[in-house]
């Protein structure tokens, strides 16, 4: 089944519902909304040849246009890449080249920078021009049946080599996603609108599907993006907002709010992850909101789906166990199997720390062409996470750490050796080893040990300098820690443990976090 189905289901129950708004104006209703898809879905199949099972790429910031793109894609038979509209051209230019894409629909501020590195084979389809609208009256192109089995959506992810690896996500994959979405996580109604805060391209765009299952409300802001005072408005204006956030954008809000003195009714529910929220964080926000949160842990190789922890038991305070649950990411979800495992495979005893492992119908078929990566992750059935943590008699699950060297920066995975490969490219720089440091409004930040060669001095501004001309701004380190030499093992391999340890002292005066996924 063809995950483009929903829309063209409640199009044909809900006609008449409201849709899509951009801020509190109503611009489609499901009616329409899947008149405009069909009709871009033909445009892709006729007018730019795309096929079933083509890529078709997606490089914007939230708009209204991404969603009835995304379903164009699906319905036009073909594979959606959401790509985060933050990269680098050079890292778009990277993935493009990977999964070899026909056609590229960008946001007008990304296209001049999207051109030149496209290629000849891409066909660029930029929001709202005069192509695009043209696009959206094409002639409607019938849906493509898709097999369970067959590839939706390739997220990339980057690696522990810093290359991006595409996450093949299939139709069946994004369907049982759905479906843990009502059952572990909330239920939707009609008048519930969920708020495209956090990047299309990511969580926030997969839970597109469940909303539109029930015919509900899309809401992308005014600003495209996060706001405190825009969400404030949007919920007395709209109201019913459900909304995905990292921990740090949850904080943001709740800070907003206790300043302002904020009504918050029209708020229904959070829900956070990707990143590590704070203890102390989520009990002010429990206060200041209510029970609106729900957490959840995922990773995009089971996008969202592996464990929860319910409002309802967010809300336990009077819980014997209430402490240490918060301080976990909660259960199994429903369609998904857990386990904590050693280094054979096999299941570890309650409260022993081992490696994270999952499967069920949420789990990725594999990596986009990377056959030995995928045999890595996949294995005897299990997707192997490289998270540990432990797991109690009742299933709540805790995460100690994520894999060995991952950043995790504002809801954004960042890998140290993709940072480390460009700053070595700069003349003055010897040697170098990014580590993560604990950040109060990031969850975590990029740090740079620099060992420069001799006679060079310190150069912060040359470092971001080089940085920003390969990789993303956000992955840039926020600080430089120049060293006479790197810690190492007799092997010569850089011991990171030591110098996440020189960082103790400033990480000494942030909060005691729970680690959230």
Sequence with gaps: MNIAQLLRRSAEVFPDRPALYSGAKLLLDYRTLAQ???????????????????????????????????????????????????????????????????????????????????????????????????????TPASMQHREPEDVASLFYTSGTTGRPKGVMQTHRNLLAMTACYFTDVDDVAAPDAIVYAAPMSHGAGLYNYAFTLRGARHVVPASGGFDPAELVDLARDVGSLCFFAAPTMVKRLVDHISVVRAEVSGFKTIVYGGGPMYAEDIKQALEVMGPRFVQIYGQGESPMTITALSREQLADAGHSKWEQRIASVGVAQALVEVRVVDSAGQAVQQGVVGEIVVRGDTVMPGYWNKPEATA???????????????????????LKDRSKDLIITGGSNVYPREIEEVLLTHPAVSEVAVVGQVDAEWGEVPVAFVVLREGSGPCDAELDACCLQAIARFKRPKHYRYVSALPKNSYGKVLKTDLRAQLQATEATAKPAAVAG
């Design 376 to 398: 890595d992750t996949l294995q005897t059935g299990w997707l192997y996470t490289g998270d540990t943590g432990c797991m109690d008699a009742h299933g709540f699950l805790t």
């Design 36 to 138: 405009r898809t069909a009709s871009l879905a033909g445009y892709l199949k006729e007018q730019c040849g795309v096929k079933a099972g083509d890529r078709v790429a997606i490089f914007s910031a939230n708009c209204p246009e991404y969603l009835e793109a995304l379903n164009a894609i699906l319905w036009a038979g073909a594979i959606a890449v959401p790509v985060n509209y933050k990269l680098h051209v050079k890292e778009l230019a990277y993935v493009l080249g990977d999964c070899g894409a026909r056609v590229l629909l960008v946001s007008p501020v990304l296209a001049g920078d999207a051109a030149t590195v496209a290629g000849a084979d891409v066909r660029l389809l930029t929001f709202a021009s005069g192509a695009y609208a043209a696009a959206v009256q094409h």
